[in-house]
Antibody, heavy 121, light 107 residues
Framework: QITLKESGPTLVKPTQTLTLTCTFS??????????VGWIRQPPGKALEWLALIYWDDDKRYSPSLKSRLTITKDTSKNQVVLTMTNMDPVDTATYYC?????????????WGQGTLVTVSS | SYVLTQPPSVSVAPGQTARITCGGN??????VHWYQQKPGQAPVLVVY???DRPSGIPERFSGSNSGNTATLTISRVEAGDEADYYCQVWDSSSDWVFGGGTKLTVL
């Protein structure tokens, strides 16, 4: 049974750096084809893909946010960490992490519950 | 960057068929995934790789993909199908891309 859960601050100030952790179980991020991605959703708006890290440590970023994002993994802890610098109120959103298996071509088949991050002074 | 275009809203009466489109340049050459999201909940994968269903998803949900349009079809629509639906693809220039979402209203 695959589960993912996001954790991190619920409130950050403008210009601060956001650090979110995705803790997962039921799969290994050292298995070929597997990846964990981050997706966000501002209130009332659409989903937006942010970043993804693969089993081989290949890292992919949204072109529009690439300069602000860093994604890392700790395979031994079953965790993926996303950092986003220079936070702005427009970054207020629910942030999700999700599992992908490129070998199965299923898209993001398992999602965390999401964590709401508010950016405000 | 690769862009996916969805209609903002689709309305259908219970028992009828809903069709939600997702437009993109030569999307027929890509693998399209569809997600259902109900208020306050995380998205749920309902169709993957154009037309396959994850286990537990009713057969009423189906997908197709050709040319510049992919379509999610929901047959015999129920009140519980009311939700936002998103299409998604992987593109070599943009990586993972989501459509803007479609709100399905069951009249």
């Amino acid at each position: 049974q695959i589960t993912l859960k996001e954790s991190g601050p619920t409130l950050v100030k403008p210009t601060q750096t956001l650090t979110l952790t995705c803790t997962f179980s039921g799969f290994s991020l050292s298995t070929s084809g597997v990846g964990v991605g981050w997706i966000r959703q501002p209130p009332g708006k659409a989903l937006e893909w942010l970043a993804l890290i693969y089993w081989d440590d290949d890292k992919r970023y949204s072109p529009s946010l690439k300069s602000r994002l860093t994604i890392t993994k700790d395979t031994s802890k079953n965790q993926v960490v996303l950092t986003m610098t220079n936070m702005d109120p427009v970054d207020t959103a629910t942030y999700y992490c999700a599992h992908v298996d490129t070998a199965m071509a299923t898209g993001f088949d398992y999602w965390g519950q999401g964590t709401l991050v508010t950016v405000s002074s | 960057s690769y862009v996916l275009t969805q209609p903002p809203s689709v309305s259908v009466a219970p028992g009828q068929t809903a069709r939600i489109t997702c437009g993109g340049n030569n999307i027929g050459s890509k693998s399209v995934h569809w997600y259902q999201q109900k208020p306050g909940q995380a998205p749920v994968l309902v169709v993957y790789d154009d037309s396959d269903r994850p286990s537990g998803i009713p057969e009423r949900f189906s997908g197709s993909n050709s040319g510049n349009t992919a379509t999610l079809t929901i047959s015999r629509v129920e009140a519980g199908d009311e939700a936002d639906y998103y299409c998604q693809v992987w593109d070599s220039s943009s990586d993972w891309v989501f459509g803007g979402g479609t709100k399905l209203t069951v009249l």
